[in-house]
């Protein structure tokens, strides 16, 4: 899995393009900048973003292609990221340390979602917000018609509204939708989709 997205960063092209996803866009600068933590960040159109919006980035990715191509963009944009090498499983912040985590498109092997999302509730200073989006599990049909739109083949790496409210059973739901989209990112994320949108407050 990872020489994948080693290989495909790589590539000179971003592959889902420098800009920002829009639905991280929209919500992002609704927030007071602080620390934000960027997990599967990929070659870093996200943590650029939020650098450039102010907010101290911490990127979290393991594809080391990922990082020299999110640290070339973060110099373009003469901004700065924390880009940390590694596997989820081996993700170790304080608790507490974070008042934001953007997670786009971060699809992980099924056993490891929910695990995984716990650990992260738990980097969420109380207030804090956490900003998603991900490919729902309707996608897989849209993936059928058309492969160039991307997303996991794996019904269990893909989202549901239902897993969101298990996983966050403590945040005030801001925004959570199951959504059709027509992704134009890159040349990884070309046309109609299926999308999970989630923003939540952490309540406690
Ligand atoms: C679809 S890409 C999304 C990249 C970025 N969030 C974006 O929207 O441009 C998924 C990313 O997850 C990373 N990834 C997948 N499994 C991972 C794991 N177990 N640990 C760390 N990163 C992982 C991949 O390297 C890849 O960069």
Redesign the pocket.
Known sequence: ??QK?DERYKESAFA?GKEP?LFFKEWLPQFKPGAILMP????G??GVFAARLGWDVTS????IE?QSKALQLAAENQVTLNYIVG??DDLSFEKEAFDAIGL?????AAEKKSVFHRKLNDYVKPGGIIILEAFSKKHLYFNGLDPKVGGPKELDMLYSTEEIRTDFPNYEMLMLAEEEIQLNEGKYHIGKGAVIRFVGRKIS
């Open positions: 899995m990872q997205w889902f996803n599967a960040d990929g070659e159109r996200n979290f990715d393991f594809s990922g596997d989820l786009i498109y971060a699809h992980f």
